[in-house]
Protein backbone atom coordinates (compact mmCIF):
# COMPACT_ATOMS: atom_id res chain seq x y z
CA UNK A 1 0.00 0.00 0.00
CA UNK A 2 1.47 3.54 -1.16
CA UNK A 3 1.78 6.04 1.86
CA UNK A 4 -0.33 9.53 0.97
CA UNK A 5 2.15 12.32 0.89
CA UNK A 6 3.25 13.85 4.18
CA UNK A 7 5.14 16.83 3.67
CA UNK A 8 7.20 15.77 6.56
CA UNK A 9 9.26 12.93 4.54
CA UNK A 10 10.04 15.32 1.84
CA UNK A 11 13.56 16.98 2.65
CA UNK A 12 13.72 20.49 0.53
CA UNK A 13 16.59 21.15 -1.28
CA UNK A 14 17.20 24.16 0.70
CA UNK A 15 17.59 21.90 4.06
CA UNK A 16 19.14 19.36 2.02
CA UNK A 17 22.11 22.00 1.31
CA UNK A 18 23.90 19.77 -0.72
CA UNK A 19 23.65 15.99 -2.09
CA UNK A 20 25.46 14.43 1.40
CA UNK A 21 23.65 16.88 2.92
CA UNK A 22 20.29 15.53 1.56
CA UNK A 23 21.26 12.09 2.80
CA UNK A 24 22.16 12.85 6.18
CA UNK A 25 18.92 14.16 7.01
CA UNK A 26 17.26 11.29 5.32
CA UNK A 27 19.15 9.06 7.86
CA UNK A 28 18.38 11.46 10.90
CA UNK A 29 14.49 11.24 9.76
CA UNK A 30 13.68 7.65 8.98
CA UNK A 31 16.99 5.55 9.48
CA UNK A 32 15.22 2.19 9.90
CA UNK A 33 13.46 2.18 6.92
CA UNK A 34 14.12 0.38 3.72
CA UNK A 35 16.37 2.71 1.74
CA UNK A 36 17.53 -0.10 -0.87
CA UNK A 37 16.32 -3.81 -1.86
CA UNK A 38 19.69 -5.70 -3.76
CA UNK A 39 19.89 -9.09 -5.07
CA UNK A 40 22.12 -11.88 -3.26
CA UNK A 41 23.79 -14.46 -5.79
CA UNK A 42 25.60 -16.16 -3.13
CA UNK A 43 22.29 -16.96 -1.20
CA UNK A 44 19.71 -16.66 -4.21
CA UNK A 45 17.64 -13.92 -2.09
CA UNK A 46 16.87 -10.29 -1.97
CA UNK A 47 18.23 -7.95 1.18
CA UNK A 48 16.97 -5.18 2.57
CA UNK A 49 19.01 -2.40 3.39
CA UNK A 50 18.07 0.32 6.23
CA UNK A 51 19.10 4.24 5.70
CA UNK A 52 20.83 3.65 9.53
CA UNK A 53 22.33 0.42 7.58
CA UNK A 54 24.14 2.18 4.60
CA UNK A 55 24.75 4.90 6.55
CA UNK A 56 27.21 2.95 8.81
CA UNK A 57 28.84 1.79 5.50
CA UNK A 58 29.54 5.23 4.12
CA UNK A 59 31.44 6.42 7.34
CA UNK A 60 33.67 3.12 6.63
CA UNK A 61 34.67 3.58 3.04
CA UNK A 62 35.58 7.44 3.99
CA UNK A 63 37.65 6.29 6.65
CA UNK A 64 39.35 4.04 3.64
CA UNK A 65 39.57 7.16 1.73
CA UNK A 66 41.28 9.46 3.67
CA UNK A 67 43.87 7.10 4.96
CA UNK A 68 44.52 6.64 1.39
CA UNK A 69 45.00 10.17 0.84
CA UNK A 70 42.02 11.91 -0.96
CA UNK A 71 41.15 15.20 -0.17
CA UNK A 72 38.26 17.64 -0.95
CA UNK A 73 38.42 18.45 -4.69
CA UNK A 74 39.82 15.67 -5.67
CA UNK A 75 37.90 13.01 -8.22
CA UNK A 76 37.14 9.83 -8.19
CA UNK A 77 35.39 7.37 -10.58
CA UNK A 78 32.68 4.88 -10.18
CA UNK A 79 32.41 1.34 -12.96
CA UNK A 80 29.94 -0.32 -11.19
CA UNK A 81 26.58 -1.76 -11.82
CA UNK A 82 23.72 -0.40 -10.21
CA UNK A 83 24.14 -1.04 -6.14
CA UNK A 84 24.17 -0.38 -3.07
CA UNK A 85 28.36 0.43 -3.40
CA UNK A 86 27.20 2.64 -5.83
CA UNK A 87 25.48 4.89 -3.82
CA UNK A 88 27.64 4.37 -0.83
CA UNK A 89 30.53 4.96 -2.77
CA UNK A 90 29.26 8.59 -3.91
CA UNK A 91 27.82 9.08 -0.44
CA UNK A 92 31.29 8.40 0.96
CA UNK A 93 33.19 10.78 -1.96
CA UNK A 94 30.50 13.33 -1.68
CA UNK A 95 30.67 13.59 1.93
CA UNK A 96 34.45 14.22 2.15
CA UNK A 97 33.70 17.08 -1.16
CA UNK A 98 35.47 14.67 -3.86
CA UNK A 99 33.89 14.79 -7.01
CA UNK A 100 32.13 11.91 -8.60
CA UNK A 101 32.91 10.33 -11.90
CA UNK A 102 30.80 8.01 -13.16
CA UNK A 103 31.58 5.40 -16.12
CA UNK A 104 29.60 3.37 -18.04
CA UNK A 105 30.20 -0.69 -17.09
CA UNK A 106 30.27 -1.63 -20.88
CA UNK A 107 32.34 1.32 -21.81
CA UNK A 108 35.74 0.65 -24.15
CA UNK A 109 38.62 0.37 -22.00
CA UNK A 110 40.65 3.07 -23.77
CA UNK A 111 37.47 5.43 -23.42
CA UNK A 112 37.69 5.30 -19.75
CA UNK A 113 41.35 5.64 -19.75
CA UNK A 114 40.63 9.13 -21.66
CA UNK A 115 38.12 9.74 -19.16
CA UNK A 116 40.18 8.92 -16.05
CA UNK A 117 43.40 11.09 -17.31
CA UNK A 118 40.89 13.99 -18.71
CA UNK A 119 39.29 14.42 -15.20
CA UNK A 120 42.69 13.89 -13.03
CA UNK A 121 40.36 10.91 -10.97
CA UNK A 122 42.74 9.32 -8.14
CA UNK A 123 40.12 6.02 -7.37
CA UNK A 124 38.82 4.01 -9.70
CA UNK A 125 35.81 1.20 -8.60
CA UNK A 126 34.48 -1.47 -10.38
CA UNK A 127 32.41 -4.62 -10.41
CA UNK A 128 34.64 -7.64 -10.67
CA UNK A 129 38.61 -8.89 -11.60
CA UNK A 130 37.14 -9.62 -15.09
CA UNK A 131 36.75 -5.93 -15.72
CA UNK A 132 40.34 -5.02 -14.37
CA UNK A 133 41.79 -7.82 -17.32
CA UNK A 134 40.07 -5.68 -19.87
CA UNK A 135 42.42 -2.66 -18.88
CA UNK A 136 45.64 -5.15 -19.74
CA UNK A 137 46.35 -2.47 -23.11
CA UNK A 138 45.85 0.68 -21.15
CA UNK A 139 47.02 0.68 -17.98
CA UNK A 140 50.10 2.47 -18.79
CA UNK A 141 47.86 4.85 -19.20
CA UNK A 142 46.30 4.76 -15.40
CA UNK A 143 49.25 6.57 -13.70
CA UNK A 144 47.07 9.07 -12.10
CA UNK A 145 45.18 6.54 -10.00
CA UNK A 146 46.14 6.43 -6.70
CA UNK A 147 43.63 3.38 -5.60
CA UNK A 148 41.82 0.95 -7.85
CA UNK A 149 39.06 -1.07 -6.42
CA UNK A 150 37.14 -4.29 -6.88
CA UNK A 151 33.49 -5.13 -5.09
CA UNK A 152 34.72 -8.93 -5.98
CA UNK A 153 37.17 -10.43 -3.50
CA UNK A 154 40.41 -11.30 -4.69
CA UNK A 155 42.22 -14.89 -3.27
CA UNK A 156 45.57 -12.69 -2.84
CA UNK A 157 47.41 -9.53 -4.07
CA UNK A 158 46.62 -8.16 -7.21
CA UNK A 159 49.03 -7.47 -10.55
CA UNK A 160 49.11 -4.10 -9.32
CA UNK A 161 50.32 -2.97 -5.81
CA UNK A 162 47.30 -0.11 -6.17
CA UNK A 163 44.34 -2.91 -7.15
CA UNK A 164 42.89 -4.41 -3.44
CA UNK A 165 39.37 -5.74 -2.81
CA UNK A 166 36.71 -3.46 -0.82
CA UNK A 167 36.93 -6.59 1.69
CA UNK A 168 40.40 -5.72 1.98
CA UNK A 169 40.48 -2.23 2.10
CA UNK A 170 37.83 -1.43 4.27
CA UNK A 171 38.18 -0.50 7.91
CA UNK A 172 35.60 -2.62 10.47
CA UNK A 173 34.06 0.17 11.72
CA UNK A 174 34.38 3.64 9.98
CA UNK A 175 33.24 5.78 13.28
CA UNK A 176 30.53 8.72 12.51
CA UNK A 177 30.22 9.94 8.72
CA UNK A 178 32.12 12.92 7.59
CA UNK A 179 30.48 16.03 6.08
CA UNK A 180 32.64 18.68 4.70
CA UNK A 181 31.38 22.29 4.82
CA UNK A 182 29.96 22.43 1.21
CA UNK A 183 29.21 25.46 -1.01
CA UNK A 184 25.41 24.28 -2.47
CA UNK A 185 27.17 25.41 -5.89
CA UNK A 186 30.32 23.65 -5.67
CA UNK A 187 30.98 20.89 -7.82
CA UNK A 188 29.76 17.76 -7.15
CA UNK A 189 30.43 15.68 -10.23
CA UNK A 190 31.51 15.78 -13.91
CA UNK A 191 29.48 13.40 -16.15
CA UNK A 192 31.34 12.55 -19.44
CA UNK A 193 28.98 12.60 -22.41
CA UNK A 194 29.97 11.75 -26.33
CA UNK A 195 31.17 14.99 -28.14
CA UNK A 196 31.24 15.94 -31.83
CA UNK A 197 34.98 14.67 -32.30
CA UNK A 198 34.67 11.22 -30.69
CA UNK A 199 35.86 12.10 -27.23
CA UNK A 200 33.52 12.98 -24.62
CA UNK A 201 33.23 16.21 -22.73
CA UNK A 202 33.10 16.25 -19.12
CA UNK A 203 29.99 18.01 -17.92
CA UNK A 204 30.08 19.75 -14.44
CA UNK A 205 27.29 19.64 -12.25
CA UNK A 206 26.95 21.38 -9.18
CA UNK A 207 25.23 20.31 -5.71
CA UNK A 208 22.16 22.81 -6.48
CA UNK A 209 22.28 22.29 -10.06
CA UNK A 210 21.01 18.40 -9.16
CA UNK A 211 19.11 19.15 -5.97
CA UNK A 212 16.83 21.45 -7.56
CA UNK A 213 16.18 19.05 -10.37
CA UNK A 214 14.75 16.64 -8.69
CA UNK A 215 12.84 18.77 -6.57
CA UNK A 216 11.56 19.90 -9.06
CA UNK A 217 10.58 16.85 -10.59
CA UNK A 218 8.59 15.86 -7.36
CA UNK A 219 6.23 18.60 -7.72
CA UNK A 220 5.84 17.75 -11.29
CA UNK A 221 4.87 14.06 -10.15
CA UNK A 222 4.25 13.29 -6.73
CA UNK A 223 6.75 10.11 -5.05
CA UNK A 224 6.02 9.05 -2.16
CA UNK A 225 7.77 7.74 0.56
CA UNK A 226 6.35 4.11 0.44
CA UNK A 227 6.89 4.27 -3.23
CA UNK A 228 9.14 1.44 -4.81
CA UNK A 229 11.24 1.93 -7.72
CA UNK A 230 12.83 -0.62 -9.77
CA UNK A 231 15.95 0.48 -11.02
CA UNK A 232 17.66 -0.76 -14.00
CA UNK A 233 18.63 2.31 -15.89
CA UNK A 234 22.13 2.97 -15.57
CA UNK A 235 23.60 5.53 -12.27
CA UNK A 236 26.15 6.76 -15.09
CA UNK A 237 22.85 7.79 -17.06
CA UNK A 238 21.73 11.45 -15.26
CA UNK A 239 18.27 10.59 -15.51
CA UNK A 240 18.53 7.83 -13.23
CA UNK A 241 20.96 9.34 -11.03
CA UNK A 242 18.75 12.64 -10.53
CA UNK A 243 15.52 11.58 -10.49
CA UNK A 244 16.22 7.52 -9.28
CA UNK A 245 18.20 7.98 -7.10
CA UNK A 246 18.57 11.81 -5.13
CA UNK A 247 14.88 12.20 -5.65
CA UNK A 248 13.95 8.86 -4.00
CA UNK A 249 16.00 10.23 -0.82
CA UNK A 250 14.40 13.54 -0.94
CA UNK A 251 11.29 11.42 -0.30
CA UNK A 252 12.52 8.82 1.31
CA UNK A 253 11.49 5.52 -1.00
CA UNK A 254 12.73 2.15 -1.09
CA UNK A 255 14.72 1.44 -4.12
CA UNK A 256 15.22 -2.35 -5.57
CA UNK A 257 17.81 -2.90 -8.32
CA UNK A 258 17.42 -4.98 -10.74
CA UNK A 259 19.75 -7.59 -11.57
CA UNK A 260 20.13 -7.18 -15.48
CA UNK A 261 17.62 -6.05 -17.98
CA UNK A 262 17.49 -9.59 -19.31
CA UNK A 263 15.68 -10.80 -15.77
CA UNK A 264 13.19 -7.57 -15.61
CA UNK A 265 10.39 -9.48 -16.42
CA UNK A 266 11.55 -11.98 -13.67
CA UNK A 267 12.28 -8.84 -11.48
CA UNK A 268 9.29 -6.98 -11.85
CA UNK A 269 6.80 -10.27 -10.76
CA UNK A 270 8.91 -10.12 -7.40
CA UNK A 271 9.49 -6.40 -6.42
CA UNK A 272 6.10 -5.10 -7.71
CA UNK A 273 7.21 -1.68 -8.17
CA UNK A 274 4.79 1.41 -7.99
CA UNK A 275 7.32 3.37 -10.06
CA UNK A 276 9.57 2.87 -13.42
CA UNK A 277 12.54 5.05 -14.83
CA UNK A 278 13.20 4.10 -18.33
CA UNK A 279 14.58 5.28 -21.13
CA UNK A 280 12.40 4.39 -24.13
CA UNK A 281 13.64 1.04 -25.55
CA UNK A 282 12.74 -0.81 -22.32
CA UNK A 283 9.19 0.00 -23.59
CA UNK A 284 9.91 -0.94 -26.67
CA UNK A 285 11.11 -4.38 -25.58
CA UNK A 286 8.22 -4.95 -23.42
CA UNK A 287 5.42 -3.83 -26.62
CA UNK A 288 7.58 -6.04 -29.38
CA UNK A 289 7.38 -9.17 -26.33
CA UNK A 290 3.47 -8.19 -26.41
CA UNK A 291 2.78 -7.85 -29.59
CA UNK A 292 4.92 -11.52 -30.76
CA UNK A 293 3.02 -13.25 -28.09
CA UNK A 294 -0.03 -11.95 -30.03
CA UNK A 295 0.97 -12.72 -33.45
CA UNK A 296 1.19 -16.31 -32.27
CA UNK A 297 -2.06 -16.19 -30.90
CA UNK A 298 -5.79 -16.58 -32.06
CA UNK A 299 -6.96 -13.47 -33.95
CA UNK A 300 -9.92 -12.72 -31.23
CA UNK A 301 -7.16 -12.37 -28.89
CA UNK A 302 -5.38 -9.58 -31.13
CA UNK A 303 -8.95 -7.79 -31.67
CA UNK A 304 -9.45 -7.79 -27.81
CA UNK A 305 -6.63 -6.51 -27.53
CA UNK A 306 -6.76 -2.99 -29.81
CA UNK A 307 -10.23 -3.14 -28.75
CA UNK A 308 -9.05 -2.31 -24.72
CA UNK A 309 -6.06 -0.34 -26.23
CA UNK A 310 -8.62 2.06 -28.37
CA UNK A 311 -11.15 2.42 -25.31
CA UNK A 312 -8.68 2.86 -23.11
CA UNK A 313 -6.96 5.69 -25.11
CA UNK A 314 -10.43 7.09 -25.49
CA UNK A 315 -10.82 7.46 -22.05
CA UNK A 316 -7.59 8.95 -21.25
CA UNK A 317 -7.97 11.44 -23.67
CA UNK A 318 -11.63 12.13 -21.80
CA UNK A 319 -9.82 11.98 -18.43
CA UNK A 320 -7.23 14.73 -19.58
CA UNK A 321 -10.28 16.74 -21.29
CA UNK A 322 -9.41 16.67 -25.09
CA UNK A 323 -12.32 15.04 -25.70
CA UNK A 324 -16.33 14.15 -24.92
CA UNK A 325 -17.40 11.27 -23.38
CA UNK A 326 -18.79 8.36 -25.50
CA UNK A 327 -20.51 5.00 -24.88
CA UNK A 328 -17.71 2.98 -25.78
CA UNK A 329 -16.22 3.74 -22.57
CA UNK A 330 -18.81 1.69 -20.95
CA UNK A 331 -16.85 -1.44 -22.08
CA UNK A 332 -13.44 -0.70 -19.82
CA UNK A 333 -14.06 -2.53 -16.93
CA UNK A 334 -14.71 -5.61 -18.90
CA UNK A 335 -11.72 -4.75 -21.17
CA UNK A 336 -9.64 -4.21 -18.26
CA UNK A 337 -10.72 -7.38 -16.59
CA UNK A 338 -9.66 -9.33 -19.66
CA UNK A 339 -6.71 -7.66 -21.10
CA UNK A 340 -5.42 -4.44 -19.37
CA UNK A 341 -5.02 -6.12 -15.81
CA UNK A 342 -3.28 -9.00 -16.89
CA UNK A 343 -0.74 -7.39 -18.91
CA UNK A 344 -0.31 -4.89 -15.90
CA UNK A 345 0.12 -8.11 -13.85
CA UNK A 346 2.99 -8.61 -15.80
CA UNK A 347 4.62 -6.03 -14.94
CA UNK A 348 4.51 -6.31 -11.03
CA UNK A 349 0.54 -5.19 -10.80
CA UNK A 350 0.96 -2.34 -8.74
CA UNK A 351 2.86 0.57 -10.97
CA UNK A 352 1.13 3.82 -11.23
CA UNK A 353 3.55 5.79 -13.02
CA UNK A 354 6.66 5.15 -15.83
CA UNK A 355 8.53 7.89 -16.64
CA UNK A 356 10.76 7.94 -20.09
CA UNK A 357 13.14 9.96 -21.15
CA UNK A 358 16.68 10.19 -22.33
CA UNK A 359 15.01 9.84 -26.21
CA UNK A 360 12.20 10.27 -28.21
CA UNK A 361 8.85 7.93 -26.85
CA UNK A 362 7.12 5.76 -30.27
CA UNK A 363 3.73 7.62 -30.25
CA UNK A 364 2.45 3.84 -31.30
CA UNK A 365 4.37 2.17 -28.15
CA UNK A 366 3.09 5.53 -25.49
CA UNK A 367 -0.38 4.80 -27.36
CA UNK A 368 -0.47 1.36 -26.41
CA UNK A 369 0.59 1.70 -22.13
CA UNK A 370 -1.38 4.52 -21.74
CA UNK A 371 -4.20 2.53 -23.52
CA UNK A 372 -3.63 -0.42 -21.01
CA UNK A 373 -4.10 2.06 -18.00
CA UNK A 374 -0.68 3.19 -17.62
CA UNK A 375 -0.27 6.70 -17.52
CA UNK A 376 3.68 7.00 -19.20
CA UNK A 377 5.21 10.46 -18.28
CA UNK A 378 7.32 11.59 -20.92
CA UNK A 379 9.94 14.43 -20.42
CA UNK A 380 12.65 16.10 -21.99
CA UNK A 381 16.49 17.30 -20.88
CA UNK A 382 20.15 17.36 -21.39
CA UNK A 383 22.95 15.64 -19.01
CA UNK A 384 23.94 19.48 -19.28
CA UNK A 385 20.64 20.50 -18.00
CA UNK A 386 20.90 17.67 -14.84
CA UNK A 387 18.58 16.31 -16.72
CA UNK A 388 15.13 17.26 -16.38
CA UNK A 389 14.05 20.75 -18.66
CA UNK A 390 10.21 19.93 -19.48
CA UNK A 391 7.88 17.17 -18.16
CA UNK A 392 4.38 15.87 -18.75
CA UNK A 393 2.03 15.91 -15.57
CA UNK A 394 -0.61 13.28 -14.47
CA UNK A 395 -3.18 15.61 -15.30
CA UNK A 396 -1.88 17.25 -18.19
CA UNK A 397 -0.13 14.54 -20.30
CA UNK A 398 0.14 14.87 -23.85
CA UNK A 399 2.48 12.72 -25.29
CA UNK A 400 3.12 14.23 -28.38
CA UNK A 401 5.42 16.86 -26.20
CA UNK A 402 7.39 16.57 -23.78
CA UNK A 403 5.43 18.52 -21.61
CA UNK A 404 5.76 22.13 -20.11
CA UNK A 405 9.09 23.37 -18.26
CA UNK A 406 9.59 21.81 -14.71
CA UNK A 407 9.43 24.44 -12.03
CA UNK A 408 11.83 26.90 -11.76
CA UNK A 409 13.26 26.36 -15.20
CA UNK A 410 12.29 28.59 -18.25
CA UNK A 411 12.30 28.13 -22.30
CA UNK A 412 12.08 30.16 -25.55
CA UNK A 413 12.07 29.80 -29.39
CA UNK A 414 15.62 31.28 -30.20
CA UNK A 415 17.62 31.95 -33.99
CA UNK A 416 16.53 28.61 -36.36
CA UNK A 417 13.58 27.62 -33.61
CA UNK A 418 16.37 26.81 -31.51
CA UNK A 419 15.11 25.51 -28.44
CA UNK A 420 17.05 27.72 -25.47
CA UNK A 421 16.75 26.40 -21.91
CA UNK A 422 17.69 28.49 -18.38
CA UNK A 423 17.59 28.00 -14.99
CA UNK A 424 19.18 26.38 -11.66
CA UNK A 425 19.64 23.09 -13.57
CA UNK A 426 21.77 24.68 -15.65
CA UNK A 427 25.74 23.02 -15.52
CA UNK A 428 28.60 25.11 -14.67
CA UNK A 429 30.15 24.33 -17.64
CA UNK A 430 32.60 21.31 -19.48
CA UNK A 431 35.75 20.53 -17.47
CA UNK A 432 38.56 22.02 -18.95
CA UNK A 433 36.75 23.27 -22.20
CA UNK A 434 36.03 26.61 -21.75
CA UNK A 435 35.30 26.79 -25.52
CA UNK A 436 33.08 24.17 -25.41
CA UNK A 437 31.02 26.29 -22.92
CA UNK A 438 30.99 29.40 -24.52
CA UNK A 439 29.25 27.62 -27.57
CA UNK A 440 26.28 25.76 -25.40
CA UNK A 441 25.84 28.88 -22.88
CA UNK A 442 25.48 32.69 -24.12
CA UNK A 443 26.46 35.46 -21.96
CA UNK A 444 23.12 35.47 -20.67
CA UNK A 445 22.77 32.54 -19.40
CA UNK A 446 20.57 30.75 -22.00
CA UNK A 447 21.90 27.14 -22.71
CA UNK A 448 21.30 26.03 -27.00
CA UNK A 449 20.09 22.75 -26.27
CA UNK A 450 21.46 21.91 -29.84
CA UNK A 451 17.27 20.66 -30.39
CA UNK A 452 14.54 22.58 -32.71
CA UNK A 453 10.96 23.38 -31.23
CA UNK A 454 7.92 25.03 -31.32
CA UNK A 455 5.94 26.17 -28.04
CA UNK A 456 2.09 25.63 -27.95
CA UNK A 457 -0.02 28.41 -26.35
CA UNK A 458 -0.61 26.09 -23.11
CA UNK A 459 3.16 26.23 -23.13
CA UNK A 460 3.94 22.31 -23.84
CA UNK A 461 6.59 22.34 -25.94
CA UNK A 462 7.31 19.74 -28.95
CA UNK A 463 11.06 18.56 -30.23
CA UNK A 464 10.66 19.29 -34.22
CA UNK A 465 14.27 18.80 -34.78
CA UNK A 466 17.99 18.61 -34.20
CA UNK A 467 20.03 21.76 -35.03
CA UNK A 468 23.00 19.53 -35.81
CA UNK A 469 22.89 15.81 -37.10
CA UNK A 470 22.93 14.31 -34.18
CA UNK A 471 21.60 10.43 -33.56
CA UNK A 472 19.35 9.79 -29.98
CA UNK A 473 19.41 6.09 -29.57
CA UNK A 474 16.20 4.50 -27.81
CA UNK A 475 18.79 3.80 -25.11
CA UNK A 476 19.18 7.49 -24.88
CA UNK A 477 22.61 7.59 -25.85
CA UNK A 478 23.95 10.42 -28.70
CA UNK A 479 25.99 9.62 -31.35
CA UNK A 480 27.59 12.29 -33.57
CA UNK A 481 27.35 10.85 -37.15
CA UNK A 482 29.27 13.10 -39.33
CA UNK A 483 32.62 12.36 -36.89
CA UNK A 484 31.72 8.30 -37.52
CA UNK A 485 31.15 8.32 -41.07
CA UNK A 486 34.12 10.59 -41.56
CA UNK A 487 36.26 7.79 -39.42
CA UNK A 488 34.95 4.72 -41.41
CA UNK A 489 35.22 6.64 -44.91
CA UNK A 490 39.49 6.39 -43.93
CA UNK A 491 39.10 2.66 -45.29
CA UNK A 492 38.98 3.44 -49.09
CA UNK A 493 36.68 0.76 -49.27
CA UNK A 494 33.96 2.57 -48.01
CA UNK A 495 33.27 5.48 -50.85
CA UNK A 496 29.79 6.70 -49.00
CA UNK A 497 28.93 5.96 -45.41
CA UNK A 498 25.59 7.32 -43.64
CA UNK A 499 25.31 6.04 -39.99
CA UNK A 500 21.05 4.81 -38.81
CA UNK A 501 20.44 4.44 -35.32
CA UNK A 502 17.89 7.09 -34.34
CA UNK A 503 15.52 5.63 -32.07
CA UNK A 504 16.95 2.16 -32.75
CA UNK A 505 18.79 -0.26 -29.93
CA UNK A 506 21.47 -0.25 -32.00
CA UNK A 507 23.74 1.31 -34.72
CA UNK A 508 23.41 0.73 -38.05
CA UNK A 509 25.39 1.77 -41.66
CA UNK A 510 24.52 2.37 -45.36
CA UNK A 511 27.33 2.48 -47.64
CA UNK A 512 28.17 2.54 -50.98
CA UNK A 513 31.54 0.87 -52.00
CA UNK A 514 34.25 1.54 -53.95
CA UNK A 515 34.34 -0.42 -56.96
CA UNK A 516 37.86 -1.07 -57.39
CA UNK A 517 38.08 -1.75 -53.67
CA UNK A 518 34.83 -4.22 -54.15
CA UNK A 519 36.41 -6.32 -56.54
CA UNK A 520 39.47 -7.09 -55.07
CA UNK A 521 38.02 -7.15 -51.59
CA UNK A 522 35.13 -9.75 -52.77
CA UNK A 523 37.73 -11.77 -54.44
CA UNK A 524 39.84 -11.73 -50.92
CA UNK A 525 36.74 -13.70 -49.51
CA UNK A 526 35.90 -16.26 -52.48
CA UNK A 527 32.86 -13.88 -53.57
CA UNK A 528 31.89 -12.95 -57.25
CA UNK A 529 32.01 -9.16 -57.33
CA UNK A 530 28.37 -8.61 -57.99
CA UNK A 531 25.61 -6.96 -56.78
CA UNK A 532 24.27 -10.25 -54.64
CA UNK A 533 27.32 -11.17 -52.65
CA UNK A 534 27.60 -7.80 -51.68
CA UNK A 535 24.61 -8.72 -49.26
CA UNK A 536 25.99 -11.82 -48.15
CA UNK A 537 26.36 -12.76 -44.76
CA UNK A 538 29.84 -13.50 -45.60
CA UNK A 539 30.56 -10.38 -46.56
CA UNK A 540 28.39 -8.24 -44.35
CA UNK A 541 30.52 -10.05 -41.31
CA UNK A 542 34.05 -8.94 -43.26
CA UNK A 543 32.68 -5.11 -43.55
CA UNK A 544 31.49 -5.05 -40.17
CA UNK A 545 35.30 -5.83 -39.00
CA UNK A 546 36.66 -3.25 -41.37
CA UNK A 547 33.73 -0.57 -39.77
CA UNK A 548 34.92 -1.81 -36.17
CA UNK A 549 38.65 -0.81 -37.41
CA UNK A 550 38.08 2.55 -37.59
CA UNK A 551 36.05 3.13 -34.59
CA UNK A 552 37.98 2.15 -31.91
CA UNK A 553 38.68 6.00 -30.47
CA UNK A 554 34.80 6.07 -30.12
CA UNK A 555 32.51 5.25 -27.18
CA UNK A 556 31.78 1.52 -26.85
CA UNK A 557 28.16 1.95 -27.02
CA UNK A 558 29.07 3.55 -30.54
CA UNK A 559 29.14 0.04 -31.71
CA UNK A 560 28.12 -0.46 -35.94
CA UNK A 561 26.12 -4.10 -35.24
CA UNK A 562 24.64 -4.07 -38.86
CA UNK A 563 25.39 -3.02 -42.75
CA UNK A 564 24.29 -2.74 -45.68
CA UNK A 565 26.02 -2.45 -48.71
CA UNK A 566 25.36 -1.31 -52.56
CA UNK A 567 27.93 -0.59 -55.62
CA UNK A 568 25.74 2.01 -57.24
CA UNK A 569 26.51 5.38 -56.05
CA UNK A 570 24.69 8.05 -54.40
CA UNK A 571 24.66 11.13 -56.53
CA UNK A 572 22.76 14.43 -57.30
CA UNK A 573 21.44 13.20 -60.18
CA UNK A 574 19.49 9.91 -58.48
CA UNK A 575 18.24 12.59 -56.04
CA UNK A 576 20.16 11.52 -52.96
CA UNK A 577 23.36 14.63 -52.93
CA UNK A 578 22.09 18.19 -52.57
CA UNK A 579 23.42 20.30 -55.61
CA UNK A 580 26.49 21.05 -52.96
CA UNK A 581 27.09 17.63 -52.66
CA UNK A 582 25.70 16.99 -49.17
CA UNK A 583 23.86 13.78 -48.59
CA UNK A 584 20.00 14.08 -48.06
CA UNK A 585 19.52 11.75 -45.25
CA UNK A 586 15.90 11.37 -45.88
CA UNK A 587 15.95 10.32 -49.30
CA UNK A 588 18.83 7.85 -48.64
CA UNK A 589 16.36 6.10 -45.91
CA UNK A 590 13.10 5.95 -48.74
CA UNK A 591 14.89 4.44 -51.20
CA UNK A 592 16.45 1.29 -48.54
CA UNK A 593 13.75 1.32 -46.50
CA UNK A 594 13.23 -2.48 -47.14
CA UNK A 595 17.06 -2.57 -46.28
CA UNK A 596 16.64 -0.84 -43.27
CA UNK A 597 13.39 -2.65 -41.94
CA UNK A 598 15.80 -5.76 -41.97
CA UNK A 599 18.69 -4.50 -40.23
CA UNK A 600 16.30 -3.93 -37.38
CA UNK A 601 13.89 -7.04 -37.65
CA UNK A 602 12.78 -8.29 -34.14
CA UNK A 603 13.74 -5.28 -32.56
Known amino acids: MVNSVDPADVISAEEAVTLDGLFRERVKRTPETVAYRDFNPQHANWRDYTWAQINHQVARWQAALERDGLKAGDRVAVMLRNSPEWVIFDQAALGLGLIMVPLYTQDRP ?18 TLEQWKTFSDVRNQLGGLVRILTVESMPGPGDDPRLKSIDRWLPENGGETRHVPRDPAALATIVYTSGTTGRPKGVMLSHRNILTNAAACLQVVPVKSG ?91 HE ?42 SPDVSRVFIGLGLPVIQGYGLTETSPVACANRPGDNLPAS ?25 MLGYWNNQEATRAMIGADGWLNSGDTARIDE ?71 ADAGSVRSPEIEKALLA ?40 SRVMEKFQAELDQMYEGH
Open 110 to 127: DNVAYILNDSGCKVLLFG
Open 227 to 317: DVLLSFLPLSHTFERTCGYYLTIMTGSTTAYARSVQQLAEDLQTIRPTMLISVPRIYERVYAAIKAKLDDGPPLRKKLFQLAVDVGWARFE
Open 320 to 361: QGRSGWTPGLLLWPVLKALVASKIMARLGGKLRTAFAGGAAL
Open 402 to 426: VGKTVPGVEVKIGDKDALLIKGPNI
Open 458 to 528: QGHVFITGRLKEVIVMSNGEKIPPVDIEAAIMRDSLFEQVMLIGEGKPYLSVMTVLNQDHWKKFAAEHNQP
Open 546 to 585: RVAAQMKQFPGYAQVRRITATIEPWTVENGLLTPTMKLRR
